[in-house]
């Protein structure tokens, strides 16, 4: 059973960087889809960036092109999702997902994930 937990959350201002971090453990490989997806308070789930199993570049949200940078270590099996320039919408809980099976035109989609972290908040004050 794939387990995903993500830390680095935190409280910071306008114009500050985050560096979150998804450790994945339980058999994940490179072959899995990985993905940031972010929720704030009464709004859906936003895909944020993601990586295809197939070995593509990272897909990026139009709202964080520029601004984050994700990156992924498989030999250590984990991704990082390295968050500057931070504005109060990125406010949200950041979440870590994977998939084994999700095909390239479903990677925004939050129903295209099998296993999911427990989230980390991400709080910037204006």
């Known amino acids: 059973q794939v387990h995903l937990v993500e830390s680095g959350g935190g409280l910071v201002q306008t114009g500050d960087s985050l560096r979150l971090s998804c450790a994945a453990s339980g058999g994940i490989t490179p072959r899995y889809s990985m993905a940031w997806f972010r929720q704030a308070p009464g709004k859906e789930r936003e895909f944020v960036v993601g990586?295809?199993?197939?070995?593509?570049?990272?897909y990026y949200a139009d709202s964080v092109k520029g601004r984050f940078t994700v990156s992924r270590d498989n030999a250590k099996n984990m991704m990082y999702l390295q968050a500057s320039s931070l504005l109060p919408e990125d406010t949200a809980v950041y979440y870590c997902?994977?998939?084994?099976?999700?095909?390239?035109?479903?990677?925004?989609?939050?129903?295209?994930?099998?296993?999911w972290g427990q989230g980390t908040q991400v709080t910037v004050s204006s």
């Open positions: 997902a994977a998939s084994s099976t999700l095909i390239l035109s479903s990677l925004r989609s939050d129903k295209s994930y099998a296993y």
């Open positions: 990586f295809h199993r197939s070995g593509t570049s990272p």
